[in-house]
């Protein structure tokens, strides 16, 4: 049982010696529960950026994947373990790119864009989009108290038949 926790443990990002420590089959059942709840985007990922808050906390990972069956990109935020567990109000935007981003980071030819926010512990909920063809970008923010960041990707994961990729 616990080494079936600890397995869920890892696919919902949590630390596994955390989940492991006591366990009973009340909160193996929960443990599973939480696991189906948090984000899952099909495909591969195509991108993985750490998020510093502006103290220097690595804070979470940015997660953009793209399923090439289906044309979804979707992304989502995952804390770290120096912050998992702490409710912080995160903001994920998926941006769709005519092109791949200038030198300073902005997104070409913004075609759509789509924002989830909230209040999370752990993982946010996740963004999707629909993209044929173009580049992805994704944007964020994380604060808690007096720990606040903001960050961008670039726009370098391009899918399709895109001018300027």
């Known amino acids: 049982m616990i080494i079936g926790l600890a397995a ?18 009340g909160q193996a059942v929960s443990a599973v ?22 103290e220097m906390l690595k804070a979470a990972y940015i997660h953009v994947f793209y399923d090439s069956r289906t044309s979804t990109a979707c992304a989502y935020l995952n804390s770290t ?7 912080k109000h995160m903001t994920i935007t ?3 790119c005519a092109r791949r981003s200038d030198r300073y980071g902005q997104c070409i030819g913004q075609l759509q864009s789509t924002t989830v926010r909230g209040w999370y512990p752990g993982r946010s909920d996740t ?8 580049c992805l970008m994704a944007t964020a923010r ?10 961008s990707t670039r726009s370098t994961v391009c899918v399709g038949n895109t001018a300027g990729a």
């Open 127 to 134: 963004a999707r989009l629909r993209v044929g063809r173009g």
């Open 81 to 87: 373990n120096a912050t998992w567990g702490t409710n």
């Open 94 to 96: 998926l941006k769709h």
């Open 142 to 151: 994380i604060w808690w108290g007096k720990n606040y960041g903001l960050t």
């Open 33 to 54: 529960s939480a696991a189906a709840q948090l984000p899952n985007c099909s495909g591969t990922r195509v991108l993985r950026f750490p998020f510093y808050t502006r």
């Open 8 to 25: 869920v443990a890892a696919l919902a990002g949590l630390p596994a010696t955390s989940a492991a420590a006591t366990v009973s089959a």
